[in-house]
């Protein structure tokens, strides 16, 4: 009986040992805040097996050392855009009001862009009028056509995309397409991804995914490229919340239709999505595309300021909460934010009760269904808290609001690809577009106003009147939001 006793007390002796190195491991990683140390011991000590599996799996941002490694290589070696021949002509020069100044300071810091004026900007009328728009732009192509997506379906609007490409590239244009090899993994797999690839189209995949047995030694599976990206002559660039995909979205159509914003911009700010595509395709391709970057710049037209910044697990550790709150705390009259994934940090949360607080009129929108559970039951553990502050909080029945947008008092606005939530802020390559124009803001307030006009508004009490079991699973699920 000695021996096996001995055996079982060496095994629980193991274990706890392999416990705190797990723990230890949590306390010494760099970046990570209180509640996300807080969360990951626990979750390791009450499940032992369990959690040090889970933080095996999702514990750590890391895309693998050697693709940081690359990446960061290859972003040290890209041309400066303010380098770029004709980059200080006098119309490139932004007329940005002093008090809006340090938000695009901040921004500068993230990508290392500086604000760039000359830009015209079209906010697009939906989902398929922005496919419509992205055919047109590929058919009048004459250089370069260059694309990025997170998510690309073989749908209609996806295969109309796919076969501009192959007419442009039947023609000389240079197409570069990528997309994420999770998000698009549908038509990676497809004969149409084949079809483009025997056309002329250059492909590459951002973070493919590999073995997936295999993958969790070399970086976490579910961090991934989210950026959508277009390009086209080194003057026209899109950005905005939608993936190259029908609104009826087939691979979750039981939340259909996503609703989406895009702006079409043209002008110098199209260099520096150029950059960031390059960023992306030089990591992954052994093609040099610092050439296209050093070209002259082209002439600019008189247009407004505008300013890339893209984020991600290689960029500047929380750059995109850091965003977010500098610009909530920069409101004096309004804020309006319309998000479809909400699981804010503590200082995020703070920042936007802070602005209704200070009298602020403060609204965000929501979808009134998600299609993650966690994620809805998450958010709604922090509406209490906001309607308290002076928040007011709508939720859209139309659809998936999936358009990721941020108005500023009237005159800014940030869209693009971000969501409020852990994986925008820590896990995914983001990008996004801040510009000051009052003319365009007021489009893309519009639109806000159409949203919040087919909304539903959540009172106070109606949150008070929840169930304590409601509240019971909203709260468990956003302790866990360190985790998510």
Known sequence: MTAPLSLSALSVALHVLLQAGFVARVLLRPHRDPASRITWVVVILALPVLGMAAYVLLGEVSIGRRRAERMREVIAALPRVQDAPGAHADALRPVIPGRYAPLFTLGRTISGFDPVGGNRGVLLADSDATIDALVEDIDRAADHVHLLFYIWLPDHNGLKVAAALRRAAARGVACRAMADGLGSRLLIGSVHWRAMASAGVRLALALPIGNPLLRPFTGRIDLRNHRKIVVIDDCITYCGSQNCADPAFAIKARFAPWVDAVIRFQGPIA????????????????????????????????????????????????????????????????????????????????????????????????????????????????????????????????????????????????????????????????????????????????????????????????VQGWSRRRRLWNNAIAILGPVL
Not at 333 to 356: D, F, G, I, K
Not at 369 to 393: E, K
Request: proline share 6%; charged share 20%.
């Open 271 to 462: 260099r520096q999505n150029q950059t960031l595509f390059a960023a992306d395709w030089m990591a992954q391709v052994d093609e040099d595309l610092t050439g296209l970057l050093r070209r002259p710049i082209p002439p600019a037209e008189p247009g407004f300021g505008a300013q890339v910044i893209g984020t991600g697990p290689t960029v500047r550790f929380a750059a995109m909460p850091e965003l977010f709150e500098t610009l909530m705390h920069a409101a004096r009259r309004e804020l309006v934010v319309t998000t479809p994934y909400y699981v804010p940090n503590e200082s995020m949360q703070a920042a936007l009760c802070a602005s209704a607080r200070r009298g602020v009129e403060t609204t965000i929108c929501f979808p009134a269904r998600n299609d993650s559970f966690v994620v809805a039951a998450a958010s709604r553990s922090y509406y209490a808290d906001l309607l308290a502050a002076g928040v007011r909080i709508f939720e859209y029945p139309g659809g998936l609001l999936h358009t990721k947008s941020l108005t500023l008092d009237g005159e800014v606005t940030l869209i693009g690809s971000a969501n409020m939530d852990r994986r925008s802020f820590d896990l995914n390559y983001e990008n996004n577009i801040l510009f000051h124009d009052p003319a365009l803001t007021a489009r893309v307030r519009e639109r806000q106003a159409r949203y919040l006009a087919g909304a539903r508004e959540v009172t106070p009490e109606e």
